[in-house]
């Protein structure tokens, strides 16, 4: 999918967030960004989407060609809807500012919805819905384009513990479906190590890449309670633990 | 808010309209110091209808005053947010505006206005349209960081931004401005009337106060005042009903209309 080459990120006031990042993001993976506060994860991600640009070294598309708009969904740590908006039409958005008519978009803005869970809160407003169901909203739009690319900031950690194993599931059973790749910055151990076919441990200030492992779990219905699941969250304990300053 | 609690000021007001005929009375206060409320509602009623007349006249340039603040309040605020050249020239000017007493340039409007309704029409302008001008600049500067972001990577362009976003966003900033400025409408218009009248115009209510005021018709006086008091309240409470109920309505609609 693309590949960063020695991307670092300085800031106006010296901070180094980033320094020589170097890694590649392969199509279909679910790759996730672990580190602790201030470690340049967001940085990173806004980077990937566009929203921010290195200082030094580069980003290469695979085809060569930027992303261009609807190319990237990107999932906020706050749900970010339009408070005024129905359900619907917050997740209509991003086709809306391609140009198309709500007539064209109905179905695909309804099945968008529907794989979320929210078939039937099609016209509540945000301020009707739940944390849980303003987040399936809000991944729902970052869906609704088709992106090659989803990039996700900590989208399930204002969320409260049941609603978050049922987010993940769900997130999990999308990405097995269809496949897209995504990018998915946490600091919890545990929602790396259940979702991530690939986590990319980072370094606190300068980010760095601290350890990169490979998971692969099996696909399995109840992957939380597999022997492989715990020992996973213990292998990534460890390369933290090693990681970090004291 | 219990229901003792709303009907307290009703119940406060009566007591001192009570306390205040009773004193009047017992003390013998002349009327043309102080009248009862009896006396004022007399007065009120012997001549409501040059009152209610004058009203009208006062409540006309209020209108059209209310209506050009919010509309230039609107046009400078989408200015100052689109350029911030634009800001940065006309900021400092609307402060020059807004702290200069309308009243200290109010003759002058007056001389180079010639025609009475369009002066103070203007005069209740300049007092109104700051409340609408700072709040929406800044609704439209509080646009939610992340959302302007969201519309950047779907390839939103600045029409779509404005209109889609930082607008509606905007919206319970300009609301809350416009019940601010409804009742500073009044106020310029009953300034710019006293003003006006002492050059010999007199048909609002400032008018009647001043005549009132030469005459030593003190009942008629606080008639028109009280019927000014009631005035600014009705606009206040009119433009948070208006406020609350475009509030209520926005984004209801179909989702075309609604994001």
Known sequence: ?246 | MTRLERAAPIAFGVLGLLLWQAAVGLMHVPVYVLPGPIAIVAAFWADHASLLVSLLSTLAVTAVALLAAASLGMVLALAMAASRLARAAIQPWAVVLQVTPVVAIAPLIIIWVNQQFAALVVCATIVAFFPVLSNTAAGLAATPPELADLFRLNGATRRQTLFLLRLPAALPYFLAGLRIAGTLALVGAVVAEFVASSGGFASGLAGRILESGYRLEIARMFAALTLLAITGILIYAALGAFERLILRRFGAGPPGDAA
């Open chain 1, 1 to 246: 999918m693309l590949r960063l080459n020695g991307v670092g990120r300085r800031f106006a006031n010296n901070v180094t967030a980033l320094e020589n990042i170097t890694t590649r993001i392969e199509p279909g993976a679910f790759v996730v960004l672990l580190g602790p506060s201030g470690c340049g994860k967001s940085t990173l991600l806004r980077i990937l989407a566009g929203l921010d640009a290195p200082d030094t070294g580069s980003l290469t598309w695979d085809d060569h060609a930027p992303p261009g708009p609807g190319d990237i969904g990107f999932v906020f740590q706050d749900a970010t809807l339009l408070p005024w908006a129905s359900a619907e039409a917050n997740v209509f958005l991003p086709l809306r500012l391609a140009g198309q008519s709500f007539e064209t978009a109905r179905p695909v803005v309804r099945d968008s919805l529907a794989r979320l869970g929210l078939a039937g809160f099609e016209q509540a407003r945000p301020a009707a819905l739940s944390g849980g169901m303003r987040m399936r909203v809000s991944i729902a739009r970052a869906l609704v384009s088709r992106p090659k690319l989803l990039l996700m900031d900590e989208p399930f950690a204002a969320l409260d513990e049941f609603t978050r194993h049922r987010l993940q599931d769900d997130l999990y059973a999308l990405w097995r479906e269809a496949r897209t790749t995504i990018v998915f910055v946490t600091h919890s151990i545990y929602e790396a190590a259940y979702l991530a076919s690939r986590i990319i441990v980072m370094s606190p200030r300068p980010g760095r890449i601290a350890a990169e492992l490979t998971c692969g779990l099996p696909d399995t219905n109840n992957r939380r309670t597999d022997p492989a699941y715990a020992a996973l969250t213990t292998q990534v304990t460890e390369t933290l633990r090693a990681v970090m300053p004291a």
